[in-house]
């Protein structure tokens, strides 16, 4: 993972802390990975109190931001589920933080570009319908990858953390690629 490979530490479930700014006042999440990395099924299962901002359910990046406006307006802390490959996307997002006062925390998920690809093939013929969508097509997968700008500190976030990329309970590698290529 390019993430982890920078030395940004893993995520620690949970940590101490790790879910509301020191002040215990909301914080906005800043997830980025890959289409098909897992980004919204980890959200789903570790942080379903939050409200999440996908770009896939609201079509443009100016609803996202509207839509994180009105939430830390309204003191609720944000998860951004997006893949946003450059600087300048997110830049956006950490300057409407800075605004309300709010640490922005960035969370990389993720793989490398051939795990991508089997995940991005398999999201498709998921048997969860909450997780089951259309394949991006494989020129979206190379876009993302030829623009990718990792994160880093000096973008204003308060921390950088990697998590890596998990199998369903009691799915392993092998029976995952055995499934998409019977």
């Known amino acids: 993972n390019l993430c982890a490979d920078r030395g940004v530490r893993p995520f620690r479930a949970r940590a101490a802390?790790?879910?509301?700014?020191?002040?215990?006042h909301p914080v906005i999440f800043w997830f980025t990975g890959q289409p098909g990395s897992g980004k919204t099924?980890?959200?789903r299962k570790h942080?379903?109190?939050y409200s999440r901002v996908s770009r896939d359910e609201l079509?443009?990046?100016a609803k996202c931001r509207a839509r994180v406006r009105r939430e830390l307006d309204a003191g609720n802390p944000?998860?951004?589920?997006?893949?946003?490959?450059?600087?300048?996307?997110r830049h956006e997002y950490i300057e409407l933080a800075q605004r309300a006062g709010v640490p922005v925390r960035c969370v990389c998920i993720g793989t490398n570009p051939q795990m991508s690809?089997?995940?991005?093939?398999m999201r498709e013929d998921h048997p969860d319908p909450l997780i089951r969508k259309a394949r991006?097509?494989?020129?979206?997968?190379?876009?993302?990858?030829?623009?990718?700008?990792?994160?880093?500190?000096?973008?204003?976030?308060?921390?950088?953390?990697?998590?890596?990329?998990?199998?369903?309970?009691?799915?392993?590698p092998k029976e995952l690629f055995e499934r998409k290529h019977r």
């Open 117 to 121: 690809g089997h995940l991005n093939a």
């Open 41 to 43: 099924t980890w959200i």
């Open 136 to 172: 991006v097509p494989p020129i979206g997968e190379r876009m993302y990858w030829s623009k990718l700008e990792l994160p880093t500190m000096e973008d204003g976030y308060s921390e950088i953390v990697h998590v890596p990329f998990e199998y369903s309970e009691g799915v392993t």
């Open 47 to 49: 942080m379903p109190e």
């Open 17 to 24: 802390g790790f879910h509301l700014g020191k002040d215990g």
């Open 59 to 61: 079509r443009t990046p």
């Open 78 to 89: 944000v998860v951004v589920d997006n893949t946003n490959p450059t600087a300048i996307g």
